[in-house]
């Protein structure tokens, strides 16, 4: 979906003083995908005052997370979530990628769901890791390492962020998965996180009570299994039941922000 040229100069006259500066690289063909977006980069406020190195958080449905004129459902708010964090929690940069209308659901489902079709998760994952990691690292001052490189989404998005974190744990070190919706292609991640066992890292996970019993309850079911394989709450895993917590983006940019200093590691 591209962005017109007016959209930062629409992003920034709604701020007063905006938190950061955002960044559009247009175009970006993906050799994985035969397709091509423009991707987002935000840079937080101590980006521009010195030469230190950032920790980066991949995030998909790139065009909800800032600005409500580009999103399709609403925005979460990650400058001003960033803008708001503690101190520490405040430098990182946040890469979103654009999700491509009808082609969402293929590129976020890492597995074929019978009813649903999907599939095209792996290659999306290759895309971030061979095509936009790449171009990031080269472009801006990226701690590139697994432990500095995080993955987040909600919902389809959470669930291809889940996915990705315990394929590549030598590309990922923590993972954000809102709302995940782990019945897609049968329950498949269950089995697949099973087989994964323990993986370094991080993982923030979260549902809204309001978003259905069977979301709720598989939401729970995945905190039960990451806490037998292994992940210690509160260390390694943070759960988090938002009580009247809905299926929106606004309940995600709320919940976001205070993911933020557990995602990178700050306490």
């Known amino acids: 979906m591209p962005i017109s040229r007016s959209f930062i100069s629409k992003w920034m006259t709604r701020r007063r003083s905006p938190p950061g500066a955002l960044d559009v690289i247009p175009g970006v063909h993906s050799p994985e995908l035969d397709n091509t977006r423009d991707i987002y980069v935000y840079r937080p406020a101590s980006y521009a005052k010195g030469t230190s190195r950032y920790p980066v958080i991949y995030m998909h ?14 925005e979460w708010g990650v400058d001003r979530a960033i803008a708001h964090a503690p101190r520490r929690a405040r430098r990182a940069l946040i890469v979103g990628i654009p999700n ?26 290759d895309f971030i890791l061979n095509t936009v990691k790449p171009l990031i690292d080269d472009r ?35 993972v954000g998965a809102l709302s995940p919706a782990l019945w897609f292609g049968n329950d498949a991640i269950f089995d697949f996180v099973k087989d994964a066992l323990l993986v370094p890292g991080r993982i923030y996970l979260d549902v809204g009570t309001r978003e259905g ?23 390694t895993l943070k759960w988090v039941e938002d009580v009247g917590g809905m299926h929106n983006e606004a309940a995600w940019g709320r919940r976001f922000k205070r993911a933020l200093p557990f995602l990178l590691g700050v306490k």
């Open 213 to 235: 019993q069977r979301t709720l309850q598989q939401a729970r079911a995945m905190r039960d299994l990451l806490v037998e394989i292994g992940y210690k709450r509160g260390s």
């Open 100 to 125: 491509r209308g009808v082609e969402r659901l293929d590129e976020y489902s890492p597995f074929v769901d019978p009813n649903r079709g999907g599939g095209r998760g792996d290659a999306y994952i």
């Open 61 to 74: 449905d790139g065009q909800n997370l800032f600005d409500p004129q580009t999103a399709f459902a609403g």
């Open 140 to 174: 801006y001052r990226t701690l590139p390492d697994p432990a500095s490189t995080g993955i987040v989404g909600s919902s389809l998005g959470a669930l291809l962020s889940l996915y990705a974190f315990f394929r590549e744990p030598a590309r990922f070190g923590f």
